[in-house]
Structure formats: C-alpha cells, structure tokens
C-alpha cells in the first residue's frame, strides 16, 4: 500500500474518534465516550470502573494530543491526527496502542460483568456499537478477538487488536 492509501486510511479512523462529529479531536469526545460507555453499562461515574474509565480517557487524551496536536490548542485537526497517527505508528505502533491501554482496561472493566478480568463476546460489541462501529462491523471484531473461543476478550487482546487496527490497514478496513 503507498502512503497516500495509508494517510487516507488513517484518515478514516479519525471520524472513530471525533465523537461529536465537529471535525476536531478534544478532551470532549473522550470523556462522552466514557460517558455513553457507563451509561450503556448502567455504571456511575463516581464508582471504581466509572473513575477509572473517566481517567483513562483523559490519559487517552492526552497521549492523542501528545503525538498529534501540533500547534498545542488543545485539539487535533483530521490533518494532525493524519500527520501524528501516520508518523508514530510507522516508527512505533506499539507506543500508540500502549497510549489507549488505560482505557481499553477500563472499558473491558465496565462491561466485565464475571468481574474477571476479561468481557464476553456480546459486551465488547456492545462498547464497539457504542464507540461507533455499525452493528454488523462491532459483531465481527468482537467475535476476531475471541482468539481462544473461550467467548471472553481479555485486556491484552483489546489492545493488541487496537494496535493491528491502527496498523494494519487493509482495503475497506
């Protein structure tokens, strides 16, 4: 794939994480995240899973802006976020998946139901739905991270699934 296909496709993941729709990425969509996550979960922001959700989206956040907020407003552009997301993840597309892992560990917790350390097939396409993936994409990722089909996804392969998301960019994907 050439970089113009890569930097289009990167692009389109942007739309993922611009919640709101305004064509910019802030603080903002990712504390709604949070915000429709706990309430698709019937969970309160002032529990343990409810802080520790609140707090890994601002840690997203401000790993986001990090990489990609290049003229440090605060926000980041769709440009930005191409530029950033581009760059970081050819030269370390670890780093960027390790920047979600306080929240991806808090969302498999809020819809931890066994509260054992990992989510069932049908609560993490339930985050997916909620997050924004259509109905029949969420099903389809939740059940490719059930590697072991034992019908549960643990925190670690949320955020290795994150990292070939933001990595492996295939036609259509």
């Given amino acids: 794939m050439d970089s113009a296909e890569y930097e289009r496709k990167i692009a389109h993941r942007f739309a993922a ?4 729709g305004n064509g910019y990425i802030d603080r903002a969509d990712f504390n709604a995240a949070a915000a429709r996550l706990l309430a698709e979960f019937g969970t309160t922001a002032r529990c343990d899973k ?6 890994g989206a601002e840690a997203f956040w401000q790993g986001m802006a990090g990489i990609a907020d290049v003229d440090g407003d605060q926000r980041v552009t769709r440009e930005e976020f191409v530029g950033g997301a581009v760059k970081r993840l050819r030269d370390n597309p670890e780093r ?7 929240f991806l560990r808090a969302a498999i917790a809020v819809a931890d139901r066994e509260n054992d350390g990992a ?5 993490v396409e339930r985050v997916l739905r909620v997050l924004g993936a259509s109905e029949e994409i969420a099903g389809v990722a939740a059940r490719s991270l059930d590697t072991d089909g034992d019908g549960r996804i643990a925190e670690s392969d949320a955020v290795t699934a994150f990292a070939v998301y933001f990595t492996v960019i295939a036609p259509d994907a």
């Avoid at 994480?17 to 709101?20: A, V």
């Avoid at 960027?96 to 306080?102: G, L, Q, S």
Wanted: zero cysteines.
């Fill in 17 to 20: 994480f611009d919640q709101d």
């Fill in 50 to 55: 409810g802080q520790a959700l609140y707090t």
């Fill in 96 to 102: 960027f998946a390790e920047i979600a892992r306080p």
């Fill in 119 to 123: 989510a069932s097939v049908a609560a």
